[in-house]
């Protein structure tokens, strides 16, 4: 199993699509920013990439509001979570649009 996870601006900015959230992120700081909020650890920032530890499943939702459709995407080796867990920390947080 992978220790880290590498997202790319651009996959953020295909994630990127929460409804509370700007049309698009300024640069990976506010990538960065966004999964810290949700409890996922980020490693380290670069113009065009971050790393941040190995939890696809819920960088998707932090980034997108939704719960991942494990039909479409397979987790490639990472561990997977119980899906909607991320956007769980979100409504603890009062973020109550993100879980739509």
């Known amino acids: 199993m992978e220790n ?11 994630w990127w699509s929460r409804p509370d959230l700007e049309p698009k992120p300024e ?13 996922i650890e980020v490693y380290s920032i670069n113009y065009s990439w ?15 509001g939704k719960t ?8 490639h080796g990472f561990k ?6 991320v956007l769980e ?3 603890d947080k009062g973020i109550l649009m993100a879980a739509t």
């Open 80 to 85: 997977t979570e119980e899906p909607g867990q």
């Open 68 to 75: 991942r459709n494990k039909k479409q995407e397979k987790s």
């Open 4 to 14: 880290i996870f590498f997202l790319s601006r651009k996959r953020a900015c295909q």
């Open 50 to 64: 971050l790393v941040c530890e190995p939890r696809p499943d819920g960088i998707y939702e932090a980034l997108s």
């Open 27 to 39: 640069n990976m700081e506010r990538v960065a920013e966004v999964l810290r909020r949700t409890e």
């Open 89 to 91: 920390i979100l409504v």
